[in-house]
């Protein structure tokens, strides 16, 4: 049996479900660091340094993740899906800890 290119509704609203959400993180971890570089809210001093360290790892994984998928013969929206969960995963993770950061 061959695979097929063609994404069927619901596939569609995942992947655009997940953009939208690495979307969200992403904005709110930029809007966060913002903020904590012009002092209007709590920030630490490593946050540049972290900001620059975690890209290359998270993007690394991100083009791993994409070839894995190219390799094993998968749709284009699953081998989006699979190189965006890496930085996904970053971004949510940044943006809790950002947030419970600058409440406190």
Known sequence: MRPTLF???ADCIRLS????RLWVDAQ???AHRMFGFA???RSSPSEIGRMLAEKPA?????ALAAT???????RPDQIALAA??????RAHGNARRLDKRGRS
Not at 84 to 89: I, K, N, T
Request: aromatic share 6%; net charge negative.
């Open 7 to 9: 994404m069927s509704p």
């Open 17 to 20: 479900t997940a953009c939208w």
């Open 28 to 30: 709110s971890v930029v």
């Open 39 to 41: 002092m209007l809210e």
């Open 58 to 62: 998270a993007f690394g994984e991100a």
């Open 68 to 74: 894995q998928a190219v390799m094993a013969g998968k």
């Open 84 to 89: 965006m969960a890496p930085v996904e995963r």
